[in-house]
């Protein structure tokens, strides 16, 4: 099942008269920026636009798809550029429009416990302003990313487990269609039943169905206290038994990470820390002092019957900060560990209780390679990627690289799991989006595709 719609090389001199008249300097061609906006953070290779376009208002937007649509022109949205599976590469050339200067927060209600942001406001640009009103924006995907490639990309995180994902923080949307009209989604409101849902299906849809150009997001109380632990285990098997047996306790972690014994390893090198080299789980619980005191107790328990080797409690911010920075650094830390490594992260996702025999036989195919390769984890939501670092002329690892992928993936469907946790399809998975969902359920997906955008002309070559 293919949507296809002709190449385009360079844009029609008609069309960039426009663009150049609607933008000013802010329409370029030149080669550094065409290249820079061809690619995220992945392996795939680079597909550049045939120009860039970057946009302030929605009037523009609205503006720019018009004159594209008369062009049959594609048009590739692009945020912050931090997603990993090619959904950035404009493979049909085209237009890449830029929503990092769309980036104003045009309101607060902390009385509504919401805000209202163009699609280009970073996450962190958010939480620091909001940082004074007590309020803040859980969803962290690890980059600092725009809250409009978040929603595209369905992104989720270390608070997820707690907080949710951008499905659940994501209260309306605005957007402009492919042909220049624009549509609203979902409301002020907490809750609707009126219709379809169309603020959760533009929520993934990976810049194919509509520009999203404003945000109407959820925020939460920041905690009164926080405590945050790091805990190491003899097994993954031990440490996933540990994550079960807290939440069936009925603890409500906010965080619940896993590295395993190569992801410290590599931590430990890279940021120069002492951690134990074993599967290591990092925890936070969020409430008041009685409560997460509470929780930490139990936890600590429920961790010793796995055989845990004692948690290690942060209650000052500064040492909570320092482990949270060994947890995020992971990535870099893989990357780190092959000169010029380029980075290839998996996503599967598996019911909690099939958790540990999917990592452990992953584990085990790594180990048959002959390859020791960092494992993280969103452990409480049977989330985790291996983090593979591959020079750019190493076509060998790349090979044994797709294939541990294409085994772990299908491992994943056989537990009655997923192929993408929350990092998207693009253009690396479209294979596994077919074997995951069946051909009757992509026709639907790509009948909605071709009722919104029939020209194919959003983000074309990605999904199906
Ligand atoms: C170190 C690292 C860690 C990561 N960890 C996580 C993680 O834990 N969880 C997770 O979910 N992801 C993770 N990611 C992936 C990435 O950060 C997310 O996919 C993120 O949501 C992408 O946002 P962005 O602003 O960078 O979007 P981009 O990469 O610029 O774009 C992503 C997609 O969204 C579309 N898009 C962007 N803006 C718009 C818009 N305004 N309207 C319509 N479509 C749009 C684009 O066309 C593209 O298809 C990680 C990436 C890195 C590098």
Not at 50 to 72: N, P
Not at 142 to 155: E, P, Q, S
Not at 403 to 418: K, P
């Amino acid at each position: 099942m293919s949507l296809t719609s002709p190449p385009v090389a360079s844009l029609p001199p008609a069309l960039e008269e426009t663009l150049e008249s609607i933008l000013g300097d802010r329409y370029s061609t030149r080669p550094a920026i065409l290249q820079q906006h061809g690619r995220g953070e992945s392996h795939h290779t680079p597909a550049p636009p045939a120009a860039v376009a970057y946009v302030t208002s929605s009037a523009e937007v609205l503006a720019l798809a018009r004159a594209c649509h008369r062009q049959q022109t594609p048009m590739i949205a692009h945020g912050a550029g931090t997603s990993v599976e090619g959904q950035l590469q404009c493979v049909q050339g085209g237009v890449a429009v830029d929503f990092s200067t769309m980036n104003r927060i045009l309101a607060i209600n902390p009385g509504d416990q919401d805000c209202l942001v163009e699609p280009g406001v970073t996450r962190e640009q958010l939480n620091l302003a909001l940082r004074d009103q007590g309020l803040f924006f859980p969803v962290d995907p690890g980059a600092n990313a725009t809250l409009g490639g978040m929603a595209a990309t369905g992104a989720s995180g270390t608070t997820t487990l707690r907080y949710g994902g951008m499905k659940a923080n994501v209260l309306a949307l605005e957007a402009v269609l492919a042909d220049g009209a624009q549509i609203q989604t979902g409301s002020a409101a907490r809750k609707s039943s009126a219709g379809y849902n169309l603020t959760e299906l533009l929520i993934g849809s990976e810049g194919t169905l509509a520009l999203i150009t404003g945000l109407r997001l959820r925020l939460h109380a920041i905690p009164p206290h926080v405590t945050t632990a790091q805990v190491g285990f003899p097994s993954v098997a031990q440490a996933v038994a540990a994550v079960i047996a807290m939440l069936q306790h009925g603890l409500h972690p906010a965080l619940l990470e896993l590295l395993d014994s190569a992801a410290m390893a590599a931590v430990n090198q890279y940021c120069r820390t002492r951690y134990p080299e074993q599967p290591s789980l990092f925890l936070e619980f969020h409430g008041t002092l009685d409560a997460t005191t509470e929780q930490a107790a139990c936890a600590e328990t429920l961790c010793r019957d796995q055989g845990s080797t004692g948690l290690q409690w942060a209650r000052q911010e500064e040492d909570r900060r320092r482990q949270w920075h060994a947890r995020h650094q992971a990535y870099y830390a893989a990357l780190a560990q092959v000169p010029h490594g380029q980075g290839w992260v998996t996503d599967v996702c598996v019911p909690l209780s099939r958790l540990a025999q999917c990592i452990e036989a992953t584990q085990a195919d790594l180990a048959a390679a002959q390859l020791q390769v960092p494992l993280v984890g969103h452990v409480g939501d049977g989330n985790f990627h291996l983090l593979f670092s591959i020079a750019p002329d190493d076509i060998e690892r790349r090979a044994q690289a797709e294939a541990i992928h294409q085994r772990l993936v299908e491992r994943a469907h056989s537990l009655g799991g997923t192929c993408t946790g929350e990092h998207g399809i693009g253009l690396g998975k479209k294979a596994f989006l077919l074997q995951e969902k069946g051909a009757t359920t992509v026709a639907v997906m790509t009948a909605i595709k071709k009722a919104l955008d029939p020209m194919n002309l959003l983000n074309p070559g990605k999904l199906f």
